[in-house]
């Protein structure tokens, strides 16, 4: 069945990739945003993001994953948006603290996944650009690296655009009983398919603000040195260090390399400035000196601060408001949907079209936290 009058509300990636699939199947779609799609609030809107398979244990989003690269690879084609650019990924595992890396190898090498650990002697050698002397060895993902976020982002509405989807400006509210609002009438539709990523949580304060935490993060972009080609992509890995929370990027396209230095902070969505906090700038040049000793003394050139929201398990939700039968919340929820947001929006779009149910793991209601071995992010 076809449905003439879908609405996916949120053009972040979540929605986007939702309303792309939907139209994709011969539905008509609207996709509404407060804001131009690729707003700088979005939490979808940063340069760039890493893609990886790494997953510890959880064999489903390492799946996800793989096939998620697949499918940026066929929308960098149908687009042509340079959209990826595979420059592997790395997991720097911290001495006595291995479990999920551990884990992560297992999961690799049950389900195929091409990798390479490396110990520590070797890790000096393959990438001088780490200073690895706490770290018990590395995993290398060669079939990982970073998507132009943004740009995904932006080139998605447009293909959404071209094969015949809606884009609206709108901003959505909620009544006491938690159905969607627009311009203050009950909106009316075959579906209604929410997704506003942090904004979920105060739209819906009875099923989804229970379970879920909006945290602020800043990042920074750092300069490469002058005339030096070490720190690019071309040369450089996307990498994870858990021991030190921190995560980065190599520089691409000139943007400069991202370390960052995730310090869980306050966020109010829509009236703080997006100013970069001096904490954030001292921590992330204290991990520089310690891991990218060549970047030491470089200069910030760029910053980015933009928000996650998390449920306890870091699982994502794609489930039926529990009042409401036509009306879908599909959120991220996780700090990790962006690497899976053409494989998560098709997804969603079958639920939404009544092809399947949700996964268990999905389902709105009662989220456990796990422990970091447990967990798909490691958190
Ligand atoms: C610093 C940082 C690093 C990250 N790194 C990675 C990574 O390396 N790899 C990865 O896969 N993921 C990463 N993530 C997570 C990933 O970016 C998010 O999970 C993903 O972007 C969430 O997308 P979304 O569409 O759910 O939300 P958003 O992108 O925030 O989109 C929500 C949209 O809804 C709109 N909206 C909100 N309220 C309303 C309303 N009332 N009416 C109408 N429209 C509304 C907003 O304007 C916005 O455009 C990172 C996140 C952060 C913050």
């Keep these: 069945m076809n449905f003439n009058d879908i609405i ?11 309303a792309l699939s939907l139209q994709r199947r011969g539905h008509s779609v ?53 959209l990826y650019y595979e420059c592997g990924a790395l997991i720097l595992a911290t001495a006595g603290h291995c479990d999920w890396e551990d884990a992560t190898c297992e999961t690799f090498s049950k389900l195929g996944v091409p990798h390479h650990r490396f110990d520590q002697r070797e890790l000096a050698v393959r990438f001088p650009q780490f200073k690895s002397d706490d770290i018990a060895y590395g995993i290398y993902e060669p079939e990982a690296g970073l998507l132009m ?21 709108g901003a959505v509210s909620t009544d006491a009983d938690e159905y969607p609002l627009l311009d203050g009438k009950r909106m009316q539709a075959d579906r209604i398919i929410i997704a506003t990523g942090p904004w979920m949580a105060d739209m819906f304060p009875r099923t989804i603000k229970p379970i879920s935490t909006v945290v602020g993060v800043n990042v920074l972009y750092t300069a490469t040195p002058a005339g030096n080609e070490r720190y690019d992509h071309s040369n450089m890995p996307c990498w994870i260090d858990h021991g030190q929370g921190s995560f980065g990027m190599p520089s691409v ?12 902070d306050k966020i109010d969505l829509d009236n703080d400035e997006r100013l970069i906090r001096r904490s954030t700038i001292d921590r ?4 520089i000196r310690k891991r990218l000793p060549g970047l030491e003394g470089e200069r910030v050139v760029d910053s980015k601060f933009n928000q996650i929201i998390l449920t306890p398990d870091t699982h994502f939700i794609v489930d039926w408001h529990p009042a409401h039968d036509k009306v879908l919340m599909v959120g991220g929820c996780s700090g990790h949907l962006f690497k899976h947001g053409p494989v998560f929006g098709d997804f969603a779009a079958g639920v939404a079209a009544g092809e399947y149910a949700t996964a268990d793991r999905f389902k ?16």
């Design 30 to 82: 609207t996709l509404i945003d407060k804001w131009e799609p690729g707003h700088p609030r979005a939490s979808s809107t940063d340069y760039n993001r890493v893609i990886r398979a790494i997953h510890g244990r959880d064999e489903f989003y390492t799946r996800w994953a793989r096939e998620a690269r697949l499918q940026w690879l066929e929308l960098q084609e149908e687009t042509g948006q340079r």
């Design 284 to 287: 992330t040049r204290q991990y």
């Design 364 to 379: 709105l209601g009662k989220r456990k936290k796990l422990s970091p071995s447990e967990s798909p992010s490691g958190r």
């Design 149 to 169: 976020a943004h740009r995904a982002v932006i080139s998605a509405v447009q293909l959404f655009q071209k094969l015949g989807g809606v884009v609206k400006r």
């Design 8 to 18: 996916v509300v949120g053009a972040g990636i979540a929605g986007t990739m939702t």
């Design 253 to 264: 396209e000139g943007h400069g390399v991202k370390a960052a230095v995730v310090i869980p």
